[in-house]
Structures are given as C-alpha cells and as structure tokens.
C-alpha cells in the first residue's frame, strides 16, 4: 500500500476527530447558557426550552460527541496495543 494513500486516511480520520473534539466543546459549553441557565429564572425557562430544536440538537451532541471520543481513545489504544505487541513478537 501507497504510504501517501495512509497518510492521507490517517489525516482524514484524524480530522473527524478533531471537529467532533471542537463541537462536543462548543456544544456542551453552549448548552448552559441557552437551554439551562443557573438561576431562578433558568430553572423556569428550562421547563419550556428544555425541548426546543436547539437544546435537542446540543444535547445529542454532547451525548454522540462523547461516544465518539471515547471509542477514538480505545482505537488508539487497540493500535498502540497492536503496534507493541507486533514489535515485541517480531524480536
């Protein structure tokens, strides 16, 4: 295999990461101020908000956005995992 083709898929798969790492921070750093506010009124707003597209959408977000940076670390760790035991038994 072309070493330019796996740099290519490592870059590719390494920038699906990085925008879920930057919309699960936005995500989950907006939701506060527009779907739960600390306060009184955040309380009583958040009964009617809670369901509003934008606060569903962010909330999805979060959840889906952490799945996916934790099954990215367990990938790393498979293929770290992978690439020391190949060396340990290639010697």
Partial sequence: ???EIIKEWFYNI??????????????ANLYPMFCAEASIY???????????????????IIYNG????????????IWVSGKIFTNLLTK
């Fill in 14 to 27: 390494g920038g699906v990461f990085i925008v879920w790492i930057l919309i699960h921070y936005i995500s």
């Fill in 1 to 3: 295999m072309n070493i």
């Fill in 66 to 77: 952490g799945s996916v940076i934790h099954t990215m670390w367990i990938s790393i760790g």
């Fill in 42 to 60: 955040g309380l009583i707003k958040s009964i009617f908000i809670a369901e509003a597209p934008h606060c569903v959408g962010m909330r999805w």
